[in-house]
């Protein structure tokens, strides 16, 4: 089955900095792949995905690129603010089922 | 706006004891999930359902049972808790296909 892993764990950056945050994962039949962010006590939210006929999406301070090649996927986050500050989560979608595997998690700080 | 709710935030059960949870969303979606939520290990997925009474197992489906009676409703059902299921338990759902998911806020069990 799909395995997803995700660097790193937690990340500190300055208020304005980018961050980015990087998924690899395993099966090449993923074809699926969205970004969670979880505010604390908060459920999950979709911030952006990208299917596997794509290489690179932005929507506003959020971008997401892909390399099937090497199977990773990364978020991009640029001018960042206290506000982004959350956890964020990586899935994939393997197959045509709807099984969905997410990575661990990264926890991003924003300091001001 | 999607709204999918969930019966509990917060429930404390006794080992050994039947634990049901339940998921309502209001946005005629076909697939609905049910993960759990551990830190460092992310989401994993438990069950999801396609359609009504239709299940398929996701990773982690030992100790758990689902009832999805109907299209709304996708109920998670612990037949015997263990302390080991202590979590937090998220559902989810989709309209179909690799769409987004709309989480609920989710429900903290604590197995004593």
């Known amino acids: 089955g799909e395995n997803v892993e995700q660097h790193p764990s937690t990340l500190s950056v300055q208020e304005g900095d980018s961050a980015v945050i990087k998924c690899t994962y395993s099966d090449s039949a993923s074809n699926y792949f969205p970004w969670y962010k979880q505010e604390l006590g908060k459920r999950p939210q979709l911030i952006i995905d990208i299917r596997s006929n794509v290489g690179e999406k932005k929507d506003q301070r959020i971008a997401v690129t892909l390399n099937k090649t090497a199977k990773h996927f990364s978020l991009h986050i640029t001018e960042t603010q206290p506000e982004d500050s959350a956890v964020y989560f990586c899935?994939?979608?393997w197959g045509y089922g709807q099984n969905f595997v997410f990575g661990p998690g990264t926890r991003l700080s924003v300091l001001p | 706006d999607v709204k999918v709710t969930q019966s509990s935030r917060y429930l404390v059960k006794r080992t050994g004891e039947k634990v049901f949870l339940e998921c309502v969303q209001d946005m005629d979606h076909e697939n609905m999930f049910w993960y759990r939520q551990d830190p460092g290990l992310g989401l994993r997925l438990i069950y999801f359902s396609y359609d009504v009474k239709m299940k398929e197992k996701g990773d982690i489906p030992e100790g758990y049972s689902v009832s999805r009676e109907k299209k709304e409703r996708f109920s998670l059902i612990l037949e015997s808790a263990s302390t080991n299921q202590t979590s937090m338990y998220l559902c989810?759902?989709?309209?179909?296909?690799?769409?987004?998911?709309?989480f609920g806020p989710g429900t903290r069990l604590l197995v004593l």
């Open positions: 899935a994939s979608r």
């Open positions: 989810a759902s989709s309209l179909r296909g690799p769409e987004t998911q709309y």
